[in-house]
């Protein structure tokens, strides 16, 4: 799995969180306080209005996943649909996790604060 | 991370960048005005016509805008306008001279949910700013900055263009931010508009250019636009965009609703459309400008330089506007300084600081249609980039 997440801003770092869970798959997830996120070719663009960043979501997967970004399902619900592997779904909920876009409904991780990852 | 910049490159659904000059009319008459405003235009789009486009936004998908003008705040329904866009979760960056930003307005501002205001300023001293700004602009942006501070809004900016008078000015400009709990912004001179009068005059020279290279590597949260990325050649990449986004992910539409690649390139040849013939959906996304410069290899001729992959040849507004080649460098290229101008500089067509009246919308060209020079764009092939980007 080589999904990749871009930012345009600068200091953006990736967030570390201990997660409690075995896997992400299980979660209910929903779009981030102040993440915006609109379809494009390559796979979508998140816009996080507070922080006033935008990344560049290059994954193909991403635009499939209009239940989970709502809320309303688990990652693995989607599985199907996608024709990814559970490890590859975890990784790129991971990646968009890290990079502050999603966020999971349930209380199942403790950030580990970091010096230097704040952006602009 | 590094930007997926084969994806910008071609173009998005909608822009991530788009201005909207709201009016001409200015309370001021700064020397490198980029739109040489000053009067307002009769034609200029009204409330029921602004909202109409801010719906039109909405449904593209657009997250923010950059209001501009012209002093935005002397559109007659500058509020109903922000408001409505703030009402349909559209985001407003606007920027102001400050000189309408009083104590209510500030208010008011800080009462919507994400509006970022950008209070310019060219000096920090009014000997320097009013040299360009003009007498007692100075004390009117730092009133309103007081303002902004006082009424609680975060995250304003004190946005620089950045001069010959104020590159030795950096480390007091950040002071003045910090005095009033706001952001410092600089921004790079490019000769449009009023600039072309005092481009030479006042833009930085090759020692300046390091200078303020090598700081804004020094202090990464001072914000920039990405107008430096051309000082790229010197070495590491500062933060951002790496190439002109004109047509790409940048667009401008003007107060009478003309569409163009960029706020820089206010001129016939990078004109895409208008809105009050067609979408603007439609336009973004058809108009012929916009798929040729999305097809292009930026500045071509640069690409055996071997910092290509980090300048791309610079910005197109600066090359045009001084008459180069938009194949070559930038007239500003820290690596070729010197390049011969290669074709007669274009002049800029309007300046609104004696406009009388206008005739007509001047918006007859259809979507479809680019006056973009084809001697310009001639011979370019499409490349691909290096850094290809996996997918899932
Ligand atoms: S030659 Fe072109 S690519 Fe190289 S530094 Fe100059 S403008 Fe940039
Ligand atoms: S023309 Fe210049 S100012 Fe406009 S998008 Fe390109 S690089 Fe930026």
């Given at each position: 799995?080589?999904?990749?997440?871009?930012?345009?801003?600068?200091?953006?770092?990736?967030?570390?969180?201990?997660?409690?869970?075995d896997s992400l798959v299980e979660l209910r997830w929903r779009?981030?306080?102040?993440?915006?996120?609109?379809?494009?070719?390559?796979?979508?663009?998140?816009?996080?209005?507070?922080?006033?960043?935008?990344?560049?979501?290059?994954?193909?997967?991403?635009?499939?996943?209009?239940?989970?970004?709502?809320?309303?399902?688990?990652?693995?619900?989607?599985?199907?649909?996608?024709?990814?592997?559970?490890?590859?779904?975890?990784?790129?909920?991971?990646?968009?996790?890290?990079?502050?876009?999603?966020?999971?409904?349930?209380?199942?991780?403790?950030?580990?604060?970091?010096?230097?990852?704040?952006?602009? | 991370?590094?930007?997926?910049?084969?994806?910008?490159?071609?173009?998005?659904?909608?822009?991530?960048?788009?201005?909207?000059?709201?009016?001409?009319?200015?309370?001021?008459?700064?020397?490198?005005?980029?739109?040489?405003?000053?009067?307002?235009?009769?034609?200029?789009?009204?409330?029921?016509?602004?909202?109409?486009?801010?719906?039109?936004?909405?449904?593209?998908?657009?997250?923010?805008?950059?209001?501009?003008?012209?002093?935005?705040?002397?559109?007659?329904?500058?509020?109903?306008?922000?408001?409505?866009?703030?009402?349909?979760?559209?985001?407003?960056?606007?920027?102001?001279?400050?000189?309408?930003?009083?104590?209510?307005?500030?208010?008011?501002?800080?009462?919507?949910?994400?509006?970022?205001?950008?209070?310019?300023?060219?000096?920090?001293?009014?000997?320097?700013?009013?040299?360009?700004?003009?007498?007692?602009?100075?004390?009117?942006?730092?009133?309103?900055?007081?303002?902004?501070?006082?009424?609680?809004?975060?995250?304003?900016?004190?946005?620089?263009?950045?001069?010959?008078?104020?590159?030795?000015?950096?480390?007091?400009?950040r002071t003045l931010a910090s005095r009033f709990g706001a952001?410092?912004?600089?921004?790079?001179?490019?000769?449009?508009?009023?600039?072309?009068?005092?481009?030479?005059?006042?833009?930085?020279?090759?020692?300046?250019?390091?200078?303020?290279?090598?700081?804004?590597?020094?202090?990464?949260?001072?914000?920039?636009?990405?107008?430096?990325?051309?000082?790229?050649?010197?070495?590491?990449?500062?933060?951002?965009?790496?190439?002109?986004?004109?047509?790409?992910?940048?667009?401008?539409?003007?107060?009478?609703?003309?569409?163009?690649?960029?706020?820089?390139?206010?001129?016939?040849?990078?004109?895409?459309?208008?809105?009050?013939?067609?979408?603007?959906?439609?336009?973004?996304?058809?108009?012929?400008?916009?798929?040729?410069?999305?097809?292009?290899?930026?500045?071509?001729?640069?690409?055996?330089?071997?910092?290509?992959?980090?300048?791309?040849?610079?910005?197109?507004?600066?090359?045009?506007?001084?008459?180069?080649?938009?194949?070559?460098?930038?007239?500003?290229?820290?690596?070729?300084?010197?390049?011969?101008?290669?074709?007669?500089?274009?002049?800029?067509?309007?300046?609104?600081?004696?406009?009388?009246?206008?005739?007509?919308?001047?918006?007859?060209?259809?979507?479809?249609?680019?006056?973009?020079?084809?001697?310009?764009?001639?011979?370019?092939?499409?490349?691909?980039?290096?850094?290809?980007?996996?997918?899932?």
């Amino acid at each position: 799995m080589t999904g990749s997440v871009a930012s345009t801003e600068s200091g953006v770092g990736e967030r570390r969180f201990r997660v409690t869970c075995d896997s992400l798959v299980e979660l209910r997830w929903r779009l981030a306080p102040h993440v915006q996120m609109r379809s494009e070719r390559f796979g979508a663009i998140a816009y996080n209005s507070r922080e006033q960043r935008l990344t560049l979501l290059h994954s193909s997967a991403i635009g499939h996943l209009p239940g989970l970004l709502l809320g309303v399902s688990a990652a693995a619900v989607e599985l199907s649909a996608l024709g990814l592997t559970r490890e590859q779904l975890d990784d790129l909920l991971a990646q968009l996790w890290n990079a502050g876009i999603l966020e999971p409904l349930a209380e199942v991780a403790q950030p580990i604060a970091q010096p230097g990852t704040e952006s602009q | 991370m590094t930007i997926v910049r084969d994806a910008l490159m071609e173009g998005l659904s909608s822009p991530l960048c788009l201005t909207w000059e709201l009016t001409w009319a200015c309370n001021l008459s700064c020397r490198h005005c980029l739109s040489s405003s000053g009067k307002p235009d009769p034609l200029e789009l009204d409330l029921q016509a602004c909202r109409r486009l801010l719906d039109d936004f909405r449904d593209m998908g657009i997250f923010y805008l950059n209001i501009g003008g012209g002093e935005p705040m002397m559109h007659p329904s500058f509020f109903g306008i922000i408001e409505y866009a703030d009402a349909l979760g559209i985001g407003v960056k606007f920027s102001t001279n400050g000189t309408r930003l009083n104590r209510e307005a500030a208010q008011r501002i800080a009462s919507l949910h994400y509006c970022d205001v950008q209070v310019s300023l060219d000096g920090a001293t009014a000997a320097v700013n009013d040299a360009i700004r003009g007498a007692g602009s100075y004390e009117r942006a730092l009133w309103a900055l007081q303002n902004l501070a006082d009424a609680g809004v975060q995250g304003s900016k004190i946005s620089v263009v950045v001069t010959k008078g104020s590159i030795g000015q950096l480390d007091e400009l950040r002071t003045l931010a910090s005095r009033f709990g706001a952001q410092l912004r600089l921004t790079r001179l490019r000769p449009s508009g009023r600039a072309q009068d005092c481009y030479e005059e006042l833009a930085l020279d090759d020692a300046q250019q390091r200078y303020l290279y090598e700081y804004l590597l020094r202090y990464p949260e001072i914000q920039t636009a990405d107008s430096f990325f051309h000082l790229n050649a010197l070495g590491a990449s500062l933060p951002g965009l790496n190439f002109c986004g004109a047509g790409r992910v940048v667009c401008l539409i003007d107060p009478v609703g003309d569409v163009y690649a960029c706020p820089f390139t206010i001129h016939p040849d990078f004109r895409a459309g208008s809105v009050r013939t067609d979408r603007f959906a439609t336009i973004w996304r058809s108009a012929e400008l916009f798929r040729d410069l999305r097809a292009q290899t930026p500045a071509a001729g640069c690409q055996r330089c071997d910092a290509y992959s980090r300048c791309h040849g610079g910005c197109l507004a600066t090359k045009f506007f001084t008459g180069r080649s938009l194949f070559g460098a930038d007239p500003s290229c820290v690596r070729a300084v010197g390049n011969p101008v290669s074709v007669p500089v274009p002049r800029r067509l309007s300046d609104h600081t004696r406009l009388v009246r206008r005739g007509s919308a001047g918006s007859s060209a259809a979507v479809g249609q680019s006056s973009l020079s084809s001697r310009r764009f001639r011979g370019v092939d499409g490349s691909s980039w290096g850094d290809i980007v996996g997918d899932v």
